[in-house]
T-cell receptor, first 120, second 112 residues
Framework: AQSVTQPDIHITVSEGASLELRCNYS??????LFWYVQSPGQGLQLLLK??????LVQGIKGFEAEFKRSQSSFNLRKPSVHWSDAAEYFC??????????????????FGQGTILTVHP | DGGITQSPKYLFRKEGQNVTLSCEQN?????MYWYRQDPGQGLRLIYY???????QKGDIAEGYSVSREKKESFPLTVTSAQKNPTAFYLC???????????FGDGTRLSIL
């Protein structure tokens, strides 16, 4: 079964500092990987995705993530954090769903989330 | 603007009562999903639908029911069999099952 682990429940950084949020996954084949961000009381917004190809993916709001198959990781990074980045971040892995005899990805498994606090 | 609309934003349920959460999308997406979010537990999949008139149970379907009679709509009913319904419920959709999911703003359900 697929699973996602976000080891850090809560991270605090100073504004302008660099950021790395960790994500480790367990999946039997090449995964589809996603990072989402959620502000309090809101839905989730997609930051970036990895399907295949270049293992370093760029997303919105200056975020990037690197897929490392050997480490089963997909860590999210940002070189300089802004106060508006304070939110909860979720890593997700795409699962395999049988559709009409074939297979396709679509069932997401989410990590437990990392809350980011930004100090001025 | 295209998007996903969930209503109501806040909902209160009495003991033994069924309630229905609305989810409408105008993105022309085939796939739709319902998640439950509890503090510290991430999102857990309740039901998903790959296409109209079809849906499958997710990881925590007990006490919930859905229908998918129209492409745009995927309502979720929280039945009286769901003993711990207090949570934040999120609806999502995607072009197909293998594409990124777009989320609504959620419905917070509480028990009176």
């Amino acid at each position: 079964a697929q699973s996602v682990t976000q080891p850090d429940i809560h991270i605090t950084v100073s504004e302008g500092a660099s950021l790395e949020l960790r994500c480790n996954y367990s999946y039997g084949a090449t995964p589809y990987l996603f990072w989402y961000v959620q502000s309090p009381g809101q839905g989730l917004q997609l930051l970036l995705k990895y399907f295949s190809g270049d293992t370093l993916v760029q997303g919105i709001k200056g975020f990037e993530a690197e897929f490392k198959r050997s480490q089963s990781s997909f860590n999210l990074r940002k070189p300089s954090v802004h106060w508006s980045d304070a939110a909860e971040y979720f890593c997700a892995v795409g699962g395999q769903v049988r559709a009409g005899g074939g297979t396709s990805y679509g069932k997401l498994t989410f990590g437990q989330g990392t809350i980011l606090t930004v100090h001025p | 603007d295209g998007g996903i609309t969930q209503s109501p934003k806040y909902l209160f349920r009495k003991e033994g009562q069924n309630v229905t959460l609305s989810c409408e999308q105008n993105l022309n997406h085939d796939a739709m999903y319902w998640y439950r979010q509890d503090p510290g537990q991430g999102l857990r999949l309740i039901y998903y639908s790959q296409i109209v008139n079809d849906f499958q149970k997710g990881d925590i379907a007990e006490g919930y029911s859905v229908s998918r009679e129209k492409k745009e709509s995927f309502p979720l009913t929280v039945t009286s069999a769901q003993k711990n319904p207090t949570a934040f419920y999120l609806c999502a959709s995607s072009v197909t099952v293998n594409q990124p999911q777009h989320f609504g703003d959620g419905t917070r359900l509480s028990i009176l």
